[in-house]
């Protein structure tokens, strides 16, 4: 929960105000080499040079000394299954062969509530473990499952989206759900946690061919009945998935075009993956403002194909970046953002490190729509920090002796760090307890 006392967090403070344009754009962030944030309730309530915020503290305030580590906005992740944290590193050939072989046995026993609570705690210490102060979680289809994923959440203080799966065809029986159950259940779950605390419910349907017609209407009835919710599914992952999708609904004109249909499109629709896009897909997700959301370390692991970034933002779509654990192969986003780099680096598209990092914090909570709350270190916004150390281990140690600059020193934690690079995590000013 929210710590109530006024501290002093003291070290390097790097924030984002927009995305950069290139290395010498000063103008897209604030870095301060001495600088404090004044931390209370939960909230950052100012930001400056640490002489200053000391002196327009309060006498007898904490002061919590993280020099000559670097402070930053806590790391969001987008896209990511809850129930699928046994699953990670599980060998298998592509997204279908691996859904059912490894996924689906796994979410079945998400039906037990105590299995649901164990794997609760673990999943969110590894988040917070590597940074990541929120995420966008599928849940199982049990209402169970989003019980446990939010009341772990709602337990450490913790900004967090999630939502029950909707599914009631091509899965195990003890997975699939009804259209109308589906939206019965969803229904309930978000009337009791979205907007409880920090909770933030997110509409679920996992993807076309795992619902039917019935069940997507259901999930845009949703949609409709609550704008101001997120919506989430999965889309050209896989060649198999695509051509799967155009068998099961013939009438529609591209993949996109079947949530499209059923009103499921909109600035608050995450689309994970969009790999093998059309141009008139590309086009509909412009028009409608819908997000891409670049899943690299799930995408190789599966062997499913290369996000275009530079072709997606040059057509105006948002993007944004996240783990998939567990297709995706690690709870960080720095290796997250190294992989990421690497898929681009294949296409010619070269990032720069304080476009990664900017991705993971403000431009995460941009896609989500949350940038007035997280992803920055703005006087007013939850005070969900990270505190980085790029000499954390030997080898980044010996490589910092050459560093000469900030981009250089980002760009050692990005492609070198892990968890062993995470000082500490605040959550609403609290130091995360794992």
């Not at 979410?107 to 990541?132: D, M, P, Q, V, W």
């Not at 989003?146 to 337990?155: K, L």
């Not at 530079?310 to 992989?339: F, H």
Request: proline share 5%.
């Amino acid at each position: 929960m929210a710590d109530q006392s006024i501290k002093i967090l003291r070290g390097r403070l790097l924030t984002f105000q927009t995305c950069p344009q290139g290395p010498d754009d000063v103008s897209a962030y604030s870095y301060e080499p001495d600088g404090a944030l004044l931390i209370s309730d939960g909230k950052i309530l100012k930001r400056g040079t640490y002489s200053d915020v000391l002196t327009n503290a309060p006498d007898g305030t904490q002061v919590v000394n993280h020099q000559p580590h670097l402070i930053v906005p806590g790391f969001i992740d987008t896209h990511i299954h809850f129930p699928q944290a046994q699953v990670i590193a599980s060998w298998a050939d592509q997204l279908l062969d691996w859904l059912n072989d490894y996924t689906f046995p796994a979410e079945i026993r998400f039906a037990e509530k105590a299995h649901g609570k164990r794997i609760a705690s673990e999943f969110y210490n590894a988040l917070l473990s590597n940074g990541t102060t929120t995420a966008v979680a599928y849940c199982s289809s049990h209402p169970n499952s989003v019980d446990a994923y939010f009341e772990e959440a709602e337990a450490r203080g913790m900004l967090m989206l999630g939502g029950k799966t909707m599914m009631d065809r091509n899965a195990p029986p003890e997975l699939c759900d009804t259209a109308q159950s589906s939206y019965d259940d969803s229904k309930a779950l978000l009337s009791k946690w979205h907007g409880r605390g920090r909770s933030h419910y997110v509409i679920t349907p996992r993807f076309a061919i795992t619902s039917t017609p019935e069940q997507l209407e259901a999930a845009g009835t949703l949609l409709k009945e609550h704008p101001a919710c997120h919506l989430q599914t999965h889309i050209n992952e896989n060649h198999n998935e695509i051509a799967y999708t155009q068998e099961l609904y013939p009438d529609a004109a591209h993949y996109l075009g079947v949530y499209e249909s059923f009103g499921l499109l909109g600035s608050k629709t995450l689309l994970g993956h969009c790999i093998h896009m059309t141009g008139h897909e590309l086009q509909v997700m412009r028009e409608t403002r819908s997000i891409a959301v670049f899943c690299p370390t799930s995408n190789l692991f599966l062997g499913s194909g290369l996000f275009d970034k530079s072709g997606m933002e040059s057509a105006g779509i948002r993007t944004a970046i996240a783990t998939d654990v567990g297709g995706g192969t690690n709870y960080s986003m720095l290796r997250t953002l190294d992989e990421g780099y690497k898929v681009l680096q294949l296409q010619r598209q070269r990032m720069h490190p304080l476009t990664s990092f900017y991705w993971m914090t403000l431009g995460n909570a941009e896609a989500l729509s949350l940038s007035d709350r997280i992803g920055t270190l703005e006087p007013g916004t939850d005070a969900d920090v990270v505190v980085l150390n790029a000499n954390a281990t030997p080898p980044m140690a010996l490589r910092m002796e050459t560093v000469e600059t900030l981009s250089e020193e980002l760009f050692v934690l990005q492609t070198l760090g892990d968890d062993r690079s995470v000082v500490e995590t605040y959550v609403s000013g609290s130091p995360s307890k794992m």
